[in-house]
C-alpha cells in the first residue's frame, strides 16, 4: 500500500496549486486522509483532513480560505488546492492516511501511513 503525492514544483507568488495524492490499496472510501507541510527548518504542520466520503472537511484555521482538500474515491486520489500562494508556503507537503479507528475530526496521531511527499517552492 503506498501513498504518491504529486503536482509540486516551483511557482509565483500569487498563483494556486494542485496537488494530488493517490492511495494504491482497497477500501479508500472508508479512509480519513490529510494533507501536512514540512517548511524547511520547521516541524510538520497539519494542513487539513477529509472523511472517508468527503461529506466532512476539517482545517485549522489558519489554513482556511486558502486550502481545499478534495477526494475522488473513484480514482483513490485526494487533492489539495492551493490559493494565492505565497512564499511562506515553500515546503514538502505530504499526505497521509488516518488508522482505520479514526474518528473525525481526526488527530495528528491518528495518521500512521504517510507519502512521499511533494515539495512545493513560491517565489516571490
Known amino acids: 500500500v503506498q501513498l504518491q503525492a504529486s503536482g509540486g514544483g516551483l511557482v509565483q507568488a500569487g498563483n494556486r496549486l494542485r496537488l494530488s495524492c493517490m492511495y494504491s490499496?482497497?477500501?479508500?472510501?472508508?479512509?480519513?486522509m490529510g494533507w501536512f507541510r514540512q517548511a524547511p527548518g520547521k516541524e510538520r504542520e497539519f494542513v487539513a483532513a477529509?472523511?472517508?466520503?468527503?461529506?466532512?472537511?476539517y482545517g485549522t484555521d489558519s489554513m482556511k480560505g486558502r486550502f481545499t482538500i478534495s477526494r475522488d474515491n473513484a480514482k483513490n486520489t485526494v487533492d489539495l488546492q492551493i490559493n494565492n500562494l505565497n512564499p511562506e508556503d515553500t515546503a514538502v507537503y505530504y499526505c497521509?492516511?488516518?488508522?482505520?479507528?479514526?474518528?473525525?475530526?481526526?488527530?495528528?496521531?491518528?495518521?500512521?501511513?504517510w507519502g512521499q511527499g511533494t515539495l512545493v517552492t513560491v517565489s516571490s
Open positions: 477529509i472523511s472517508g466520503s468527503g461529506d466532512r472537511i
Open positions: 497521509a492516511k488516518a488508522h482505520s479507528d479514526s474518528r473525525f475530526p481526526p488527530i495528528v496521531p491518528d495518521f500512521l501511513r
Open positions: 490499496g482497497r477500501t479508500f472510501s472508508r479512509m480519513i
